[in-house]
C-alpha cells in the first residue's frame, strides 16, 4: 500500500510539494479542510507537509476554515510533519517579528524569527552540509530558528544560523528543498510514516 500524504494547501507554494511527493510515488492530497485530515476512525494521512508562502495568511486561514485546532491536534499526536520556511514558522512555539494577532500551532518547542535573513531580494539557492547529508536547497525571506527546546536536533545550519530541526516525527527547515527538487526531506518523511528506511545521511 502506498503512503497518503497531504499538503497543507490554503495558501503558498503548495504544488512543488506535490510534485515532489509524486515522484517519489505516494499518494497525495490538499488539505484545506478538517475532513482532508479526519475521517470517521481519525487521521486519513499517513504525514503532511505545511508549505512555504506567508505564515500570517496561513494562520488565519487556519482558522477560517476551522483547520487550526485539528491540525494541532494530529501533530501533537504524532503524524509525521515537514514544515519548509512558513510551515516552520507555523510550528514554531513562539515567532518573533510576527504580523499583527499571528498565532503559531505551538507543536515545535523552538523560537523563530520571522525574515531573519532580509527581505525578498536576499533570497538564494545555497549549498548546505545537514544531519541527512549535503543539499542544495533554496532560502525565499527566510525564517531562523534562534532557540531550542532540549527535546529538539538541529538538523541544518547556514553560518551560525540554524535552519533546520527534528523533534520526534516532526522536521522544520527555514528554506525549501521542494523548490530545488532535493527529496531527501521528504524521503526522511516518508520514513518516519513507515514507508522507507530510516537513516541518517543516507
Ligand atoms: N516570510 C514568510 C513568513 O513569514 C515565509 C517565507 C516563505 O515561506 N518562503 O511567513
Same mark, same amino acid.
Given at each position: ?8 494547501? %490554503?495558501?503558498?507554494? @503548495? ?8 515522484? +517519489? /510515488? !505516494?499518494?497525495?492530497?490538499? *488539505? $484545506? ?57 507555523? %510550528?514554531?512555539?513562539? @515567532? ?8 503559531? +500551532? /505551538? !507543536?515545535?518547542?523552538?523560537? *523563530? $524569527? ?89
Amino acid at each position: 500500500m502506498s503512503a497518503l500524504v497531504g499538503v497543507l494547501g %490554503l495558501q503558498g507554494g @503548495v504544488s512543488e510539494h506535490i510534485e515532489l511527493l509524486q515522484d +517519489l /510515488g !505516494v499518494n497525495t492530497c490538499w *488539505v $484545506r479542510t478538517p475532513s482532508d485530515l479526519l475521517g470517521a476512525d481519525g487521521v486519513r494521512l499517513d504525514a503532511i507537509v505545511l508549505p512555504g508562502g506567508e505564515s500570517s495568511v496561513m494562520d488565519r486561514l487556519l482558522r477560517t476554515f476551522e483547520l487550526f485546532e485539528p491540525l494541532k491536534q494530529v501533530i501533537s499526536d504524532g503524524l509525521p510533519t515537514l514544515g519548509t520556511c512558513a510551515g516552520l514558522i507555523l %510550528l514554531a512555539r513562539t @515567532v518573533l517579528d510576527p504580523a499583527p494577532g499571528q498565532r503559531s +500551532l /505551538g !507543536v515545535l518547542d523552538a523560537t *523563530v $524569527r520571522r525574515n531573519a535573513f532580509g527581505s525578498q531580494v536576499d533570497s538564494a539557492e545555497v549549498g548546505l552540509e545537514t544531519a541527512d547529508g549535503p543539499v542544495k536547497v533554496a532560502f525565499i525571506r527566510a525564517p531562523q530558528v534562534v532557540e531550542v527546546g532540549p527535546e529538539v536536533e538541529v538538523i541544518a545550519r547556514r553560518g551560525e544560523a540554524i535552519v533546520g530541526v527534528r523533534s520526534g516525527a516532526i522536521t522544520g527547515l527555514a528554506f525549501h528543498p521542494e523548490v530545488t527538487g532535493e527529496p531527501r526531506f521528504h524521503q526522511r518523511l516518508l520514513a518516519e510514516a513507515g514507508f522507507g528506511r530510516l537513516s541518517n545521511a543516507g
